[in-house]
């Protein structure tokens, strides 16, 4: 499976400001994804991001909030833009590898604190 | 709408227990299963993966079965040891996405 570095790891931020997640694959990968985890919740899905066109947003979350990159096949970034207290999660990055053995491995997660 | 649902929230035993974490779903159309460990604040590591294929998979102490059928999943930890204490998350991989669970918060006890 593909090896995925992910920075950065965490962050303090200021309520009104924006941060940009970066993840770099060591292989290139058709789709990326990005996934928002609340304090003491599961994943929830944020956006795929396929390279060279637009992300596909989920449910609840929009571009102008959640802006998402794919410039080519191993490389994505994140921004959580304009941040409020409740942005406060662990943001993950994951792509899914193919063969006989199709599954998704994900990066070590941002932790970001707003305050 | 695939829903991921796991029983216990919070599991606690002593070191050397035999223990069972169970995940169940709505839909049986997945193309596999994930089990992940996660630790406090950390990101997500693979245990096993199960191809809608297959009946189970095995690592090590870690044994996980799929019964697609009944919308079922267990991983099963023998021998369970201190370091094993983690959350372990179920995902299911639907329509090219993965849904997970609420999680299992697993300690053991020294």
């Known amino acids: 499976s593909a090896v995925i570095s992910q920075k950065p790891s965490r962050d303090i931020c200021q309520r009104g400001t924006s941060l940009t997640i970066q993840c770099q694959v060591d292989s290139q990968v058709t789709m990326m994804f990005w996934y928002r985890q609340q304090p003491g919740q599961s994943l929830t899905l944020i956006a795929t991001a396929n390279q060279g066109s637009e992300a596909t947003y989920e449910s609840g979350f929009v571009i102008d909030k959640f802006p998402i990159s794919r410039p080519n096949l191993t490389f994505s970034t994140l921004t959580v833009s304009n941040m409020s207290p409740e942005d406060s999660s662990i943001y993950l990055c994951?792509?899914?590898?193919?063969?006989?053995?199709?599954?998704?491995?994900f990066g070590s997660g941002t932790r970001l604190t707003v305050v | 709408k695939q829903e991921v649902t796991q029983i216990p929230a919070a599991l606690s035993v002593p070191e050397g227990e035999n223990l069972v974490l169970n995940c169940s779903f709505t839909?049986?159309?997945?193309?596999?299963l994930q089990w992940f460990r996660q630790d406090p604040g950390k990101g997500l590591t693979s245990l096993l993966l199960?191809?809608?294929?297959?009946r189970e998979q095995t690592s090590g102490r870690l044994n996980a079965s799929l019964d697609k059928s009944s919308g079922r999943s267990t991983l099963y930890i023998a021998a369970s040891q201190p370091g094993d204490s983690a959350t372990y998350l179920c995902?299911?991989?639907?329509?090219?996405?993965?849904?997970f669970g609420s999680g299992t918060r697993l300690l053991v006890r020294p």
């Open positions: 199960i191809q809608s294929s297959q």
């Open positions: 995902a299911v991989g639907s329509s090219y996405k993965l849904i």
């Open positions: 994951s792509v899914e590898y193919g063969g006989a053995n199709y599954g998704y491995t």
């Open positions: 839909d049986s159309a997945i193309y596999n």
